[in-house]
């Protein structure tokens, strides 16, 4: 059984950080390209991040590009996400997501395994 388990989620004021994480389970972690995926209410879930399963290759959205890091670990199953500069926008549920066809995965349909989600909440 797959699973996904997000953690590092809370409240930050406008121009924090945070560090989410992603510890995964059940899958050939290292043969999956992972990403980052946010949902606001009453809004699509977005694409925040992408990294290849060696970790090489990174892709960002416009709205987050130099503001946010995602990392991997493949001897520890976990992917991580470094969120600086953070604003009032940022606020929504954030995913952890895995795909294991491509090298990168930045559609909300391509994605095999989800997690659960972690609450990010920016104040102004």
């Known amino acids: 059984q797959v699973q996904l388990v997000e953690s590092g989620g809370g409240w930050v004021q406008a121009g924090g950080s945070l560090r989410l994480s992603c510890a995964a389970s059940?899958?050939?972690?290292?043969?999956?390209?992972m990403a980052w995926f946010r949902q606001a209410p009453g809004k699509e879930r977005e694409f925040v991040a992408t990294?290849?399963?060696?970790?090489?290759?990174?892709d960002y959205p416009a709205s987050v590009q130099g503001r946010c890091t995602i990392s991997r670990d493949n001897a520890k199953n976990t992917v991580s996400l470094q969120m600086n500069t953070l604003k009032p926008e940022d606020t929504a549920v954030y995913y952890c997501?895995?795909?294991?066809?491509?090298?990168?995965?930045?559609?909300?349909?391509?994605?095999?395994?989800w997690g659960q989600g972690t609450q990010v909440t920016v104040s102004s």
């Open positions: 997501a895995a795909e294991g066809q491509s090298s990168v995965v930045r559609t909300a349909s391509h994605v095999d395994y």
């Open positions: 990294i290849s399963p060696s970790g090489a290759y990174k």
């Open positions: 059940g899958l050939t972690f290292r043969s999956y390209a």
